[in-house]
Each structure stands twice: as structure tokens, then as C-alpha cells.
């Protein structure tokens, strides 16, 4: 069992940045795929970005070239930096762990979201 606990989230205007985390319980972390997810109300969750145990990354397009997904595995901890911010990234940020490259893990291991708001 593993609990993700993500942090960060706020509000900022368009064109600004933040940076969020998602802190792993336990070492399992270090072996598996970590990912980040979005949701907006009314919408469905949708994936955001996902990267290795060894640092290989991919992103959707909506984001490419604005955010970046890191991770300290030393840390058991996993980071999205997201830059020039636009109202549309408005959403609650969810991590997940046994990221497919776009598609969920199949453990259904969530962290409990955090909120990001962007004003225009």
C-alpha cells in the first residue's frame, strides 16, 4: 500500500508558475512510473505528464513546453513545474503512480488532488 500526498497548488495569475509535489509513503515509488493528471469541473480527468523511474518523460501536448515533471527518487517525491500558466490549466492536480504513457496506473493509487487556479 502506498499513499500521495500532493502539495503546491494555488492561485496565480496567467503567465505565472507554481510548483507542485506529490510525497510517496514508501520506496515503491522508486521503481514505478509516476504521473500527473488534471481535472476542471465538469470535465474528465485527463493526463498531463508521466516520467520513468529513470528520468524519461512525455507529456500531452496541451502542456508541452510549459510544465515539467521531475522526480527525487531519494526523496520518494515527485514534482510538476508548470510555467506560463494559462486559465485553462485550471483544475484540481492529481499524481498517480504506475503511470501508462497517457492512461492511468492500473493500482488506481491517487494522491488526494490540489487545487490550481489561474485568473485572467
Known amino acids: 500500500q502506498v499513499q500521495l500526498v500532493e502539495s503546491g497548488g494555488g492561485t496565480v495569475q496567467a503567465g505565472g508558475s507554481l510548483r507542485l509535489s506529490c510525497a510517496a509513503s514508501?520506496?515503491?515509488?522508486?521503481?514505478?512510473?509516476m504521473g500527473w493528471f488534471r481535472q476542471a469541473p465538469g470535465k474528465e480527468r485527463e493526463y498531463v505528464a508521466a516520467?520513468?523511474?529513470?528520468?524519461?518523460?512525455n507529456y500531452a501536448d496541451s502542456v508541452k513546453g510549459r510544465f515539467t515533471i521531475s522526480r527525487d527518487n531519494g526523496k520518494n517525491t515527485l514534482y510538476l513545474q508548470m510555467s506560463s500558466l494559462r486559465p485553462d490549466d485550471s483544475a484540481v492536480y492529481y499524481c498517480?503512480?504506475?503511470?501508462?504513457?497517457?492512461?492511468?496506473?492500473?493500482?488506481?493509487?491517487w494522491g488526494q488532488g490540489t487545487q490550481v487556479t489561474v485568473s485572467s
Open positions: 498517480n503512480l504506475g503511470t501508462g504513457w497517457g492512461s492511468p496506473g492500473p493500482g488506481g493509487y
Open positions: 514508501n520506496n515503491i515509488f522508486r521503481v514505478n512510473v
Open positions: 516520467i520513468t523511474s529513470t528520468g524519461d518523460t
